[in-house]
């Protein structure tokens, strides 16, 4: 089985940290390591390789220091790194990203699965995986809890949705973005990093990628940032009186199957 | 004007510390400062009122457990006051007894300091600080721990192997004596000369006493500290409130290290272990830490994963685990590891170990995954000890800290594991195996067990005094320590300790049944808990 993961580095501390003498912020210290929700979908890749064989490849777009990240991604048992860079790729949108990430896959030929961290913690978009799919022209599906089986082309999966785990069946090739709740990640034995640290890292800018089409960099994205502000999230609640009235509430919300309740509460 | 409370039920959670030994009290206190410190000492004083120092509560001894009288909690004293540099350009930060160590932490690693009250010249310095740029380097396995208890029972941590424990990086203290004066000692500055003591007090005066005729042994030790010409600022630390209240203190800082690393090492056996840790120590790079996990604390934790959601985000261990030893360093930056991991494969293959079996936190942030399961250790311990307390009151952690010498160690660990083997109790081993002090844990399920696990101790105790150790490396004795203390040092000895302790405090009114036994007390208060 040959799945590739996605990963990006992204700055180590996003928390905002105010100097309490000067007032101004504070950017010691944060170094780029790789996102948080991407560790788990290396994790995942490796688990799938463990028990279905196969190889991973890990991918990333980025400036060339994303070089070590990438050591320490096949530190972990990764089989290899391909490091996408050029001063072309600077500034690209979701959009023009998952263009860059697709165009490597192609050229690498179509896996079984491409995996993605759930959203990155700098951009937090949760946009690219999905568009890499629709790029690939194979489906996906977002928010994966558990990869239950891979077996006849198909992939039997859990996701988390608004209201509760779907479970679906989907063919491969598929990219799926995962949740934290997925798996543990590892971290690497010493024969691992030893192995990280002698890998050779491919490095790939726009001439190995061929055409683009739609175009890549600040000019080929066709979204600009104007704001940043945090989403409402009010949720609705009223209160209700007793588990019957409860009751009532779940069954017009179509949340419970009616041959699941048994008997007066 | 500090409030002095009559005992609630709603102060209950304040009657013990981790230990779980149960204590009892009259009234409780939450002074704020130096000053209301003063007048609940005096106003105990003029009663006749016993009082019992706390902190966070942390303490694995019983330190903390109230035994009668006031509990004098100084959560509430948890300031950053200052902040100074010397000219040799050392920082040192002045700090009130019930700051969290972890509070201490986040402000030097975010330069997150509330400066209300501070001096221009403080501010001055502060400005200067750079997020990150300091650390303190005593490292406690339970982060919360008030840097006063530290202080108090000389705790150290993991990372003394390198860095020594807290005395090595306390500078000065403020304490406040059984009537109330107080006294700014300096390290560097108050000495006994020989074995006499002459403290000179705030107030005008000075306090004078004659320490004991003898040493405290030279391993790393967490009871009273005693030695001829010793600095008298050490005097406090160790004695766990017995001699004076630790009511404001300054530490020196360390430069950051640049660049934190770790592997924890799983291995066949604990012989292979043994052999793993002593070619650690001959590293020429020193680690900053050696932790040993005995297989038992590895499957207590395993089992635990399924029960405590925390725990099921711990890395699953790998198939065969015999035990695993978790070896840490703390250098100014990257270019020793590699090195340093190639040495580590070559050491692990020569006892019998895979390479491939490790887990290599590369960076501070996968070192936190590390310290996570580390803590996991004592925190399932915990939980075990609380559940089984429910159902036997009598029980209580059954922890020991026991130290011994490089050459005596192997010798101490094969009786623990001997002697727990034949006892059919329920028991794991784990802990700073780099200092020779692993944490043997008896977890009683019934009041004869317990009893048994005591007895186990006071063997352990007399072995250990044969081979020139100590019975409590880091937690102290608290209250329930001083049976083994006793074997320890002898009748003569504690007889000297308790005329060192009427001394500073004629009516026996400061942390009443710490390390010294209460008149007509054998020495062993848990037995009788």
């Known amino acids: ?265 | 004007m500090v409030q002095i409370k009559a005992m609630e039920p709603q102060y209950a959670a304040y009657l013990h510390d981790e230990s779980r030994l149960m204590g009892s009290a009259r009234y409780i206190a939450f002074p704020d400062s130096l000053s209301e410190v003063v007048e609940a000492v005096r106003w105990c004083g003029d009663r006749g009122v016993p009082l019992t120092a706390q902190g966070s509560r942390t303490g694995l001894s019983g330190g903390a457990s109230p035994a009668g009288g006031l509990i004098l909690n100084l959560s509430r004293m948890d300031r950053i006051l200052g902040i100074r540099k010397d000219e040799a350009g050392n920082c040192y930060l002045r700090v009130q007894p019930g700051l969290p160590l972890l509070r201490l932490r986040n402000a030097l690693k975010n330069k997150a300091f509330d400066i209300s009250g501070w001096s221009e010249k403080d501010i001055e310095v502060l400005r200067e600080l750079k997020a990150g740029e300091w650390v303190f380097p005593p490292d406690p396995t339970e982060p919360t721990a008030s840097i006063g208890g530290m202080a108090a029972c000389n705790a150290c941590g993991a990372r003394s192997f390198l860095y020594g424990s807290i005395r090595a990086h306390v500078t000065e203290l403020v304490v406040v004596l059984a009537d109330g004066r107080t006294a700014r000692l300096r390290r560097g500055s108050e000495r006994a000369r020989g074995r006499q003591v002459r403290i000179p007090l705030r107030e005008g005066g000075v306090f004078e006493a004659t320490l004991p005729e003898f040493d405290t042994p030279t391993v790393k030790n967490a009871g009273f500290y005693i030695h001829g010409d010793m600095e008298l600022i050490d005097l406090f630390m160790g004695s766990q409130g017995t001699l004076g209240i630790i009511g404001e203190l300054e530490l020196k800082l360390m430069r950051a290290p640049g660049h934190l690393w770790g592997v924890t090492a799983f291995l066949p056996g604990d012989e292979a272990a043994l052999s793993y840790v002593e070619a650690l120590k001959d590293m020429a790079h020193k680690p900053a830490a050696i932790e040993f996990f005995g297989h038992r604390a590895l499957a207590m934790v395993e089992r635990q994963r399924t029960l405590t959601p925390a725990f099921a985000r711990l890395q699953e261990l790998p198939e065969d685990y015999g035990c695993a030893v978790y070896v840490e360093f703390n250098d100014e930056d990257n270019s020793a590891m590699l090195h340093d991991l190639e040495e580590l494969a070559g050491l692990l293959k020569q006892v019998g170990a895979d390479p491939g079996d490790t887990w290599v936190a590369r960076d501070q942030e996968e070192l936190e995954k590390l310290l996570i399961f580390r803590h996991a250790v004592p925190e399932t311990i915990d939980l075990i000890v609380e559940k089984n307390k429910k159902r036997e009151p009598i029980i209580t952690i059954l922890s020991t800290d026991m130290s011994v010498d490089d050459g005596h160690f192997r010798e101490l660990f094969r009786m623990y594991k001997e002697d727990l083997s034949a006892s059919g109790l329920d028991w794991v081993i784990f802990g700073h195996i780099g200092e020779n002090h692993v944490h043997p844990n008896i977890l009683a399920r019934t009041a004869d067990e317990y009893r048994a696990g005591l007895a186990l101790f006071e063997k352990w105790a007399g072995e250990v005094r044969r081979m020139g150790g100590t019975i409590t490396a880091e937690h102290g004795v608290g209250k329930i320590k001083k049976r083994l203390e006793h074997i320890l040092y002898g009748a003569e000895k504690m007889g000297e300790l308790a005329l060192l302790k009427r001394s500073f405090d004629p009516l026996g009114l400061l942390g009443p049944g710490n390390i010294i036994p209460k008149e007509g007390e054998d020495g062993c208060a848990s037995t009788r808990a």
């Open chain 1, 1 to 265: 089985m040959r799945i590739y993961a996605c990963v990006k580095q992204v700055p180590a501390n996003n928390e905002t940290r105010l100097d309490p003498v000067t007032g101004t912020l504070i950017r010691e210290g944060s170094p780029g390591v790789l996102n948080p929700l991407d560790a788990y979908a290396v994790e995942q890749a490796l688990r799938l390789k463990e028990q279905y064989g196969g190889e991973v490849s890990a991918l990333s777009m980025g400036v060339p220091g994303v070089r070590d990240m990438l050591r320490r991604v096949v530190a972990l048992g990764v089989d290899r790194g391909i490091l996408l860079t050029d001063r072309a790729f600077a500034g690209s949108d979701t959009l023009a990203t998952a263009r860059v990430l697709a165009a490597a896959v192609n050229k690498c030929g179509m896996p079984d699965l491409v995996l993605c961290g759930r959203v990155a913690s700098d951009g937090d978009t949760a946009q690219v995986g999905p568009m890499l799919a629709e790029c690939l022209g194979i489906p996906h599906v977002s928010d994966v809890a558990c990869i239950e089986e891979i077996a006849r082309g198909e992939a039997r999966v859990r996701r988390l949705g608004d209201r509760g785990y779907h479970s679906l069946r989907v063919r491969l090739p598929a990219l799926f973005t995962v949740l934290k709740e997925i798996c543990v990640p590892r971290l690497p034995s010493i024969t691992g990093v030893l192995r990280g640290e002698k890998a050779a890292i491919a490095v790939w800018g726009r001439a190995d990628l061929g055409s683009l089409e739609g175009g890549v960099g600040l000019k080929g994205s066709n979204t600009r940032v104007l704001r940043s502000h945090r989403p409402d999230l009010r949720v609705k609640t009223r209160a209700v009186a007793g588990a019957r009235d409860l009751m009532d509430i779940l069954r017009e919300e179509n949340l419970i199957a009616e041959d699941r309740v048994r008997g007066d509460i």
